[in-house]
Structure formats: structure tokens, C-alpha cells
């Protein structure tokens, strides 16, 4: 299941202008972008976690460095982007930084020790996190798509949005999706879809 996110959202990203290029620093950025977004929906399938819950937590901290990697990828290769991030930016981008932000804590407090501290009651944690990720990612979905960067078309964001309803509430209407993978197999698919991303973009643009 989480190849098929992966390829989904790729293909969604190089539906409109496949060949359209930024470079190939920026396009390496960016598609490392997607593949975080990626991996943020297949953690929030329903029922994901309880199957293997140490799997579960290692993908979360591979998603999270992925996302860590995007955000900072712009700082490291352009001074100028760090414009972008005064009171002053676009909506997009502290939709951006507020996603990375309630990433962080999502990993932080699902930490053993912390959460015990935060709710003595699996039930009550399950519920707030899996709020909170749900938010987490809806922000992570229209920071990308506010951006405007990749996806240009209507059919674009009502890809998007199909991706999100099918997994993340397929769920809740009784859609049984098989939901396990190692945060190795994730890192390793990770590499070769950015690789594919930027190398169509610049390769043949």
C-alpha cells in the first residue's frame, strides 16, 4: 500500500507539467516534499498502527526526517528562501511550518515516557493523535496544493483529494486496506521516486 501512495502521489505531482523543471536542487527538494506527504498518508490509515506499532513508530520518525529534509533543503541551498518564512509569507508556506510543527510533536509525545505522562488510556491517546495527525496532514495537503508549484490543474487537487478520502476515511466506511511496511523499504522507495521526480523534470523538459 504505501508503493502505491508513493506512485500516486508522484504521478499527481507530474500530471500537469511533467517536463517543467526548476532545477534540479529545487525538484530534489520538493519531491522530497511529496514523498514525506506520502508517507504521512499511509501513517494515517486506519487501523495501521495497531497491526505493528514498533513499525509504525519508525516509519513515523522516516517520515519526519523526510519532512526535516524538505524544510531545510531551501535554507541550505538558497539564503533568500529564509524570506519566505517572516511574518509576512504566504498562507502556504505556515501551513507549511505549522505541519512540520505538529509533526514534531505528534513523534515527540507518542514517545513512551511522554505519553504515558500526557494520557494513562491508550483509548484517549489513539483518539487525540489520531486527530492531531489527521490535521497534520489536511495542513500538509493544502500547503501543497495553496502553493501552487506542482499541481496546476483542478484534477490535480481532486486527485489529491480522492487519495486522502480513500485512505485516510476509507477506514471509517469500512474499507479494509492492508497497511504495513518497514521504514527501510520507505527510505529506499523514497530515493527512487525524488530520483524519477527531478530526472523527468530536468531531464526532459
Not at 32 to 43: K, M, P, R, T
Request: charged share 10%; aromatic share 12%.
Amino acid at each position: 500500500m504505501a508503493q502505491l501512495i508513493l506512485i500516486a502521489v508522484m504521478l499527481i505531482g507530474l500530471a500537469a507539467t511533467p517536463t517543467l523543471g526548476a532545477g534540479w536542487l529545487w525538484d530534489l527538494g520538493n519531491g522530497v516534499g511529496f514523498v514525506a506527504f506520502s508517507g504521512l498518508i499511509f501513517l494515517n490509515i486506519p487501523g495501521a498502527s495497531s497491526k505493528n506499532v514498533q513499525s509504525h513508530k519508525l516509519l513515523g520518525y522516516a517520515v519526519l526526517a523526510m519532512a526535516a529534509l524538505h524544510a531545510f533543503w531551501f535554507l541550505l541551498i538558497d539564503s533568500a528562501v529564509i524570506e519566505t518564512i517572516k511574518f509576512s509569507a504566504p498562507i502556504y508556506m505556515w501551513l507549511g511550518i505549522a505541519g512540520f510543527a505538529l509533526l514534531t510533536v505528534l513523534v515527540f509525545i507518542a514517545l513512551p515516557e511522554r505519553r504515558l505522562r500526557i494520557h494513562n488510556r491508550s483509548s484517549v491517546f489513539r483518539s487525540w493523535h489520531r486527530g492531531l495527525a489527521i490535521t497534520c496532514v489536511c495542513g500538509i495537503a493544502f500547503h501543497i496544493v495553496l502553493s501552487g508549484f506542482y499541481l496546476h490543474r483542478p484534477y490535480q487537487v481532486v486527485g489529491i483529494a480522492v487519495l486522502l478520502a480513500v485512505t485516510i476515511l476509507g477506514g471509517f466506511r469500512g474499507l479494509k486496506i492492508t497497511a504495513t511496511t518497514s521504514w527501510r523499504n520507505y527510505c529506499l522507495q523514497c530515493l527512487v521516486c525524488v530520483g524519477i521526480f527531478a530526472g523527468i523534470r530536468n531531464l526532459f523538459g
